[in-house]
């Protein structure tokens, strides 16, 4: 047996003794009494059975015995009549969800104590937990009634209380019906209204909170309450009523945030800048203001401002500050300061953006010629999942990629494959990574097996189709592969290009060049207009071809794919 049972039923038995309680009548005994050896080795048996049989009750839960426990513990309680011995013995049938005897058990506590608060709240609980939620308004109303000092927040501790009720509509009525009573209170319309946006009426919650703020013009809490329901519908109406709130009562900090927040999804970012500005003023030190204040800057290019707040973030009580660190690297390494980047990149020691970091401090060791270095680095770090692991893996591929050691990076890439055989993220980038090597063979089994595990993978659909059109091979199958991916993402440029490429293969030509042409529209990348110009050669447009890629030169000066191009259509 652990010690805390011992010591708990102890504690427990001896409080009973210490109350002087008598099981036949609950009474303490008299000054005689301890004088009378009769009545005082009585006592001492009742204290040694109470002892006896609370630690057979607890050794019994331990055991895994819920049966003798609960039997054990109400015996107990219905003995002694003791409301340490009760409330225990409540709790025990409740952890069993013997909701019924934890029930009995409350109508003896509320016998034994009839004002007890605890006791009243008790039963409140094994009322909901035992799903005889209609039982619970007169308890209800009883509690409010006698705790009026209270009354405004213990309505609004309604819902709290009924959460783990899963038939919401229930609540929604036992709710208005403890509340009715108190009309003339701004927090019983608030709780029915929470209520009743729990229950899916929004219209009746939007109504509630109305009536709240018309008591309470100045209550913070309904006012983002009303927003909250506004913005289901439409966020420009809850940014009116949040603006008109913020305007006459200018000091509500919470509205005026979730303000600018709303602003900011509706990018209208000068106006929740004026608002965040404000904010930044009357909470100099608040993280809670001072991150997305941050965030916004960066947003609209200002990256004096967004460092600043970022550097002043580091000096409160923010808790991420990895994140902190990680976007001060990258504003460091988009202003060419790689030295500083991989310092800020460094302190990145926990979070999502650990790997991330990481991953990018070895990207600037290989860009500074240490390419082992950069390697050894990656390695060197930990990861707390298999989704971290994964993503470091995939890093190291990159970097050797990057360096030009494609045959490496497979390699890591095929290792780390044998012992996770159906990861998705491996067996796409070892696929695309064997087919750079002049293995499509491989390509295929490997993404003919990820589509057996996801077989709405769109980019894996559109890249085995893509690798068919390129080598002129099934182009029937490619382009139902094709297709398929274009109906999950049909705004994507890449499988309208490479759409686009099985319609040219299959000789489709002006269906194709339509097809490539929208897909530049949407993304002006290299290898589309390389595309083009080789679909307009077979139309013999070779001069519209050349102009095309002339154009896309002085877009991507030096660029590989589109030199090559050109050169093919020198005389």
Do not use: C
């Amino acid at each position: 047996m652990q010690p805390k049972f011992i010591v708990a039923a102890l504690t427990l038995a001896l409080g009973l003794s210490h109350s002087g309680l008598s099981p036949a009548a609950g009474e303490a005994p008299t000054k005689a009494a301890d004088k009378n050896p009769s009545v005082r080795a009585s006592s001492e048996n009742i204290l040694a059975r109470t002892v006896f049989q609370s630690l057979i009750g607890e050794f019994a839960l331990q055991r895994g015995d819920i049966k003798l426990g609960v039997d054990a513990w109400s015996d107990l309680a219905q003995r002694t009549r003791d409301p340490k011995v009760i409330a225990r013995a409540t709790e025990v049938a409740g952890l069993a969800r013997q909701y019924d005897r934890a029930l009995e058990l409350t109508k003896l506590w509320l016998e034994v104590e009839p004002d007890s608060v605890k006791a009243k709240q008790t039963e409140s609980s094994m009322l909901i937990m035992a799903n005889r939620i209609d039982e619970l308004a007169p308890q209800l109303a009883t509690v409010l009634e006698q705790d009026k000092p209270n009354i405004g927040n213990n309505l609004l501790q309604l819902n709290r209380l009924l959460a783990r009720h899963s038939d919401k509509k229930a609540v929604q009525n036992l709710v208005d019906r403890v509340a009715a009573p108190y009309d003339a209170l701004p927090e019983a319309h608030l709780a029915m209204a929470q209520a009743a946006a729990n229950a899916g009426d929004n219209l009746r919650a939007l109504s509630e909170t109305e009536k709240a703020l018309l008591l309470r013009p100045d209550w913070e809490a309904a006012a983002l309450a009303r927003a909250q329901l506004q913005a289901k519908q439409s966020n420009l109406t809850a940014i009116d009523s949040l603006s008109d709130f913020v305007e006459r009562n200018p000091t509500a900090r919470e509205a005026r945030l979730t303000l600018a927040r709303l602003l900011i999804s509706e990018k209208q970012y000068n106006e929740s800048r004026k608002h965040f500005e404000r904010l930044i003023k009357e909470n100099p030190d608040n993280p809670e203001v001072i991150y997305p204040v941050a965030m916004l800057a960066l947003q609209q290019g200002d990256t004096v401002t967004g460092r600043a707040q970022l550097e002043k973030l580091l000096t409160t009580d923010y808790p991420d500050k990895s994140t902190i660190h990680f976007f001060l690297g990258q504003l460091d390494q988009e202003q060419k300061k790689p030295e500083a980047a991989l310092e800020q990149y460094r302190l990145v020691t926990s979070g999502e953006q650990y790997v991330p970091a990481r991953a990018r401090a070895a990207q600037i060791l290989l860009q500074q010629g240490k390419p082992e270095e950069a390697r050894e680095f990656l390695h060197s770090s930990r990861s707390s999942t298999p989704s971290e692991q994964t993503q470091l893996i995939l890093a190291e591929a990159q970097l050797l990629r990057e360096a030009g050691k494609l045959n490496d990076s497979f390699i890591v890439l095929e290792m780390a494959l044998t012992s996770q055989p159906d990861n998705p993220e491996l067996l796409y980038e070892t696929a695309l990574t064997a087919e750079r090597i002049g293995k499509p063979e491989i390509l295929e089994t490997h993404l003919k097996h990820l589509l057996k595990l996801m077989p709405d993978h769109a980019h894996a659909l559109n890249a085995l189709g893509y690798s068919l059109a390129e080598r002129n091979i099934n182009l029937p199958e490619a382009r139902v592969l094709i297709k398929k991916a274009l109906s999950l993402l049909p705004e994507d440029p890449f499988i309208m290009d490479s759409m686009g490429w099985v319609l040219y293969r299959q000789g489709e030509l002006t269906q194709a060049l339509k097809t490539l042409e929208k897909a530049y529209s949407i993304k002006a990348d290299p290898e589309i207009v390389a595309h083009i110009a080789e679909v307009l050669t077979a139309m013999e447009r070779k001069d519209d071809a050349r102009s095309r890629l002339n154009d896309a030169a002085k877009q991507f000066p030096d660029n590989e794919v589109i030199n090559g191009a050109l050169k093919k259509l020198q005389p």
